[in-house]
């Protein structure tokens, strides 16, 4: 009978000391798996912030390059006669103040445009003939005057000569009244020393 008892009592602490294994087992185990609600939000964030991406930035487009007072116009005239480049350089006029690109190509349709910064923009021109300079022989103040024209048709004012018109016949008059052409220094050379003889 004693070793009854001795058995029933090794068995009730074994079943004891087991269930107390077990319970202190789950209790561990249920801690660390379990999140107290502060936990669970921050790994909720932590998780969202990781999968969410910022949308991108939109950036602006920039500002088109314009026309402002200090710009530097350069004006290119190609004449394809004898391939040679003439350029002249000035201020913009008061009306291509501000403009862009585009709408600077709509005033100068006939002009390609070779180079558009606001420091700098240059136009250029073909002209099918050669670069000759031209001149036209005409009348100012009653002598003979010698005026230039560009490839743009600007006609300026070169020279007075000392020859009056009266010297001459009223047919020479006439044509010096209405422009006579020439083409070139050295036919306006000729055409004055014929006049001056």
Do not use: H
Request: proline share 5%.
């Amino acid at each position: 009978m004693k070793t009854r008892n001795f058995a029933l009592i090794v068995a009730g602490l074994g079943a004891t000391v087991c269930g107390l294994g077990v319970f202190i087992g789950y209790t561990l185990f249920s801690s660390s798996v379990a999140e107290s609600p502060e936990q669970s939000n921050t790994r909720q964030a932590t998780v969202a912030s990781a999968s969410v991406t910022p949308a991108p930035t939109p950036t602006a487009a920039p500002e088109p390059a314009r026309i402002t007072a200090s710009t530097k116009i350069i004006y290119e005239y190609y004449y394809q006669g004898d391939d040679r480049l003439e350029t002249s350089a000035e201020d913009p006029p008061y009306f291509l103040l501000n403009l862009t690109e585009d709408k600077l190509q709509e005033q100068f349709f006939e002009w390609k445009i070779m180079e558009f910064t606001s420091a700098r923009v240059v136009l250029r021109k073909t002209i099918p003939g050669s670069s000759a300079k031209n001149y036209i022989l005409g009348v100012k103040d009653e002598y003979i005057a010698v005026f230039s024209t560009s490839g743009a048709g600007k006609v300026t004012l070169e020279e007075m000569t000392e020859m009056p018109i009266y010297a001459l016949s009223t047919e020479e008059q006439k044509r010096l009244m209405e422009g006579i052409k020439v083409e070139g220094e050295d036919k306006l050379a000729k055409v004055l020393e014929d006049y001056g003889s």
